[in-house]
């Protein structure tokens, strides 16, 4: 028999809360005084489950890509459709990688301030770009495209990754802060290089290249796709199955250590995911600071729980809907399908900026 | 029985623990007292294997704490640090429910939620069970802290500084609800406190730390005497029987 099978309704056998009637009232006096959470309108929370929450968010993300894909098509239908259709499946991995990465990454660091590219994955590809093009030129850029410049790349990264956490995981340092601003100096250092590089070349072969450095959903080639969805399957069923684990790691390293999970470990694999995750989107649609930011934050505020199993889902597919819809609005209302990634860039950086001043610490 | 040989720990050379080796006899509270920087939450933590020992061994109920799993060790032996940061927003029943995770992984079974609401009642948190952890006061926290650590039901409970935040009234009801599970159900309490008279009126061991080192330990009786608290503490301790209870004097 153990201590906590005391039964509920007979709480006097513990010898405490008969003790104590008039603290009981304070205590419901209080709660009845608190003020209503300032987020939704307390009905609203209240009735919405967050399975419900889910189902709305992917019925707006439905019609968000429904409208992407068949409104406003001029001349033919079978040359605009398979072209949409491609990048809706850029869309879908950006959202997966950036949104889950994010959320992954935000848990196993503790903290919902920095993002994967604070340890340098955005400034590494741009080092990368810029290498190629410095050293081969501008015409190397273009030709060598395809799948195993795409692949190698990846690797590169999540190499690259492994190889700074390995080291910083150690034991010499076993701080999670020291290693994130290693990863910011890293990334600065990096970036330094990257523009010292670009100063040198040619301003026909800067143009090039700057067309790599932005994120490009419009010019995604569709033979990458099946690789990067395969890579995603595999990834969301490894996280899927680890979301308890996740859920436990929210405690924080010690409370989720005395509660059984390896916290070291759980934190190894999920690095090498997230960097393997970040580099596929990074290689795929280019560099994108604050967007899984932005996603991440929203998810955390609209999903109602805690729990990972519906956090991730709803990064996910708050992820696709401010793609589709976003890339909807530029292209035929605004006629600037381009700007879109300036766009969510330019508003996510605002969010940071607000989200650190509120808080003041990491 | 918690055994721990030769443990030390030391930081870029400073040495904060040890070399110290002792036993933890089954049952029972035994609570660790000593001045501040003396290595007590050091000590605890290296038993609960959130801290490596710089060398040393530790052994709780027969299981190595460093090579055994994670998973295993935590049906056996629980630990709650003083601080507790968290990352997510929950309610202090979903607090309490992660007490179960060694035993379902997540996946709350009905005899899981039975312990939960036992676990909140025990700690007399009915009232608060669906407020957010954000919403409490120090001390109403720290008892849904308590409250997980119980709910995790091990065999041996580590506590560093259970009545902190606490005001004298749930002091009280805290060390007897700890002398309760204790005596009742056999547990292995250990507890970090720094309020002597506490650990004298609810303990049944005391170990005394001071500058790293295992000063003296026994039986409350051996342990409250002037000479022994003069010096451990570094401070005058007369110890007074008030009402048949050892009660030690420190403030004049």
Known sequence: ?362 | MIEFADVSKSYQGTVVLGPVSGVIEDGGITAVVGPNGAGKSTLLTIIGRLLDPTSGTVTVGGMDVRTSKSRDLAKHLSILRQENHMTARLTVRELVGFGRFPHSQGRLTPQCREKVEGAISFLNLADLADRFLDQLSGGQRQRAFVAMVLAQDTRYVLLDEPLNNLDVKHSVLMMRQLRRAADELGKTVVLVIHDINFAAAYSDRIIALRDGQVVTSGTVAEMMDDAVLTDVFDTPVEVHHINGRPTAVYAA
């Open chain 1, 1 to 362: 028999m153990s201590v906590l099978s005391t039964p509920t309704s007979a709480p006097s056998a513990t010898g405490l809360p008969d003790a104590e009637p008039g603290l009981r009232r304070r205590l419901a006096a209080r709660a009845a005084r608190l003020p209503r959470l300032p987020r939704l309108p307390a009905r609203v929370t209240a009735r919405l489950t967050p399975a419900a929450r889910l189902w709305i968010v992917g019925a707006l993300t439905a019609i968000a890509i429904a409208c992407f894909l068949l409104l406003f098509i001029r001349g033919s239908f079978d040359f605009t459709f398979p072209r949409r259709l491609t990048m809706v499946g850029a869309m879908v991995i950006a959202a997966f990688t950036q949104g889950v990465g994010t959320v992954v990454f935000h848990t196993v660091t503790g903290n919902r301030i920095l993002t994967p590219s604070i340890i340098g994955f955005d400034s590494m590809y741009t080092l990368m770009q810029t290498l190629i093009v410095f050293v081969f030129g501008g015409t190397v850029i273009a030709s060598t495209e395809g799948l195993p410049k795409l692949v190698a790349q990846t690797a590169l990264m999540v190499l690259f990754a492994t190889l700074l956490y390995r080291w910083l995981f150690s034991g010499r340092f076993g701080s999670l802060f020291l290693m994130l601003l290693v990863g910011v100096v890293i990334g600065m250092a990096f970036d330094s290089l990257s523009t010292f590089l670009q100063r040198l070349l040619s301003p026909t072969e800067y143009d090039l290249l700057s067309v790599k450095l932005f994120g490009r959903l419009s010019a995604v080639k569709d033979d990458y796709l099946p690789l990067a969805f395969a890579v995603c399957a595999v990834i969301a069923v490894v996280v899927w199955l680890r979301r308890m684990r996740l859920d436990a790691l929210l405690l924080g390293r010690d409370a989720a250590t005395a509660i059984g999970v390896d916290h070291k470990r759980e934190l190894t694999v999920m690095l090498v995911l997230v960097a393997t995750m970040i580099a596929f989107s990074t290689a795929l649609v280019g560099p994108m600071t604050f967007y899984g930011f932005i996603v991440a934050t929203l998810a955390y505020q609209l999903a109602g729980t805690y729990k990972h199993a519906y956090v991730l889902p709803m990064a996910f597919l708050l992820g696709l809907f401010t793609l589709a819809a976003g890339q909807f609005l530029m292209q035929h209302v605004f006629y600037a399908a381009g700007f879109l990634t300036v766009i969510i860039e330019f508003v996510g950086g605002l969010l940071f900026l607000l989200l650190i001043l509120r808080k003041g610490t990491l």
